[in-house]
């Protein structure tokens, strides 16, 4: 089985997943269909099929049929990916064996099955479910409007497994001048600059436009932008406004001196050889040259965590934090980044040891 890039029209492409006879999968292609209908990232997309030809895999290979699974059948799936190995009709595990998969890994394509049962379920052509109803728990942050869905119910998978805590990588302020020293125009020193200074997203970046960028008054206005194709649309779709400093701003205006074409309607960053705008790939490829040159691995989304870090350090709100950031949700904010490293553990012994003594 395969996954196979195909054009949609002249600028549109997807992926479908063919079977072993080179012929598309039905139950997969129409997901992917909808997902493609209803807008959703074009990374989305080609994760879900890569996802689903894992699971088609494993449907082959121990002669099962997707409509009719049970969920005997699924645990076993999870037993399949973390050892990478199908197992016999008795479904027993060795736990001895070395996971292949991360347990992050594993739940994403579990999403990913339950979203797709969930689709075929409202078509009528499966009864399988992956979710249960549950309330919200009790111990959960509380916003100003719980009291509104507290009794809603929510949907939780039925199968997950538990991840342990990663604190988020973070970029310390002597790594950020490093990678700027590295940095080979003005347009790359900008840009680490900007996602160092803001923490926006890789695609809220891209989409910036020179109207987006108040020069006078140290302003970004972060705007979603539905008409762009979703190799570089941006994954919120809520506006922002940004505050930041006046270095940056100067930074802005070195890189723009280099510009020989400069509208409000064009995209901040382009390519220095052509000025087309950049993609993706053009910012993959600058961070991979700064992880050769620099011999430690560097990415984009490390300085959305190293200023989310920052600010909750110095202890500004959660809330505030949130919208700096853009998380439709304040829990994502707390559970991300409100994690204590053992640094601020230290230091703050220290300073309640020191307060000890002195009485």
């Not at 890569?50 to 699974?69: C, F, Q």
């Not at 249960?132 to 111990?139: A, K, Q, R, Y």
Request: charged share 25%.
């Amino acid at each position: 089985m395969i996954v196979q890039k195909v054009s949609l029209d002249f600028d549109r492409h997807s992926y479908i997943v063919l079977d072993n006879d080179y012929s598309p999968i039905k139950p997969i292609l129409k997901f992917i269909r909808y997902l493609d209908n209803t807008g959703k990232s074009i990374h989305t997309v080609r994760s879900y099929a890569h996802h689903l030809k894992l699971y088609w895999e494993y449907l082959h290979e121990n002669d099962l049929a997707w409509a009719t699974i049970t969920l005997e059948s699924l645990s076993s799936f999870v037993g399949w990916l973390r050892s990478n190995k199908s197992f016999t009709s008795s479904n027993v595990i060795n736990l001895e064996q070395r996971s292949q998969r991360q347990a992050s890994s594993i739940n994403s394509l579990l999403g990913c099955l339950a979203s797709f049962y969930t689709f075929h379920n409202h078509l009528g052509n499966t009864g399988v479910t992956l979710t249960e109803t549950v309330n919200l728990p009790g111990s959960r942050y509380k916003s100003l409007l719980h009291h509104v869905y507290r009794n809603k119910p929510n949907q939780r998978r039925i199968i997950s497994l538990r991840q342990n805590k990663m604190l988020p990588k973070t970029i310390s302020k002597e790594q950020f001048n490093e990678i700027l020293n590295v940095c080979n125009n003005a347009r790359d020193r900008f840009l680490i600059s900007l996602l160092y200074e803001t923490g926006m997203r890789i695609g809220e970046v891209l989409n910036l436009k020179h109207a987006d960028i108040i020069t006078w008054d140290n302003q970004i206005h972060v705007t979603p932008r539905l008409d762009l194709d979703r190799e570089t649309k941006s994954k919120s779709q809520n506006s922002n406004v940004l505050q930041v400093t006046q270095e940056l701003i100067q930074k802005y205006l070195d890189y723009t001196a280099l510009l020989s074409c400069q509208k409000d309607s064009y995209f901040v960053f382009v390519r220095l050889h052509d000025q087309e705008p950049m993609r993706y790939s053009s910012v993959r490829k600058l961070f991979i040259n700064i992880t050769k040159r620099l011999g430690y691995k560097v990415t984009a989304h490390m300085f959305r965590h190293s200023h989310a870090t920052e600010l909750i350090k110095t202890g500004v709100d959660s809330s505030l934090v949130q919208k700096r950031l853009g998380h439709s949700s304040i829990q994502t904010t707390i559970n991300t980044y409100s994690h204590i490293d053992d640094d601020t553990m230290k230091k703050a012994l220290k300073s309640y040891w020191k307060k000890k003594e002195d009485k």
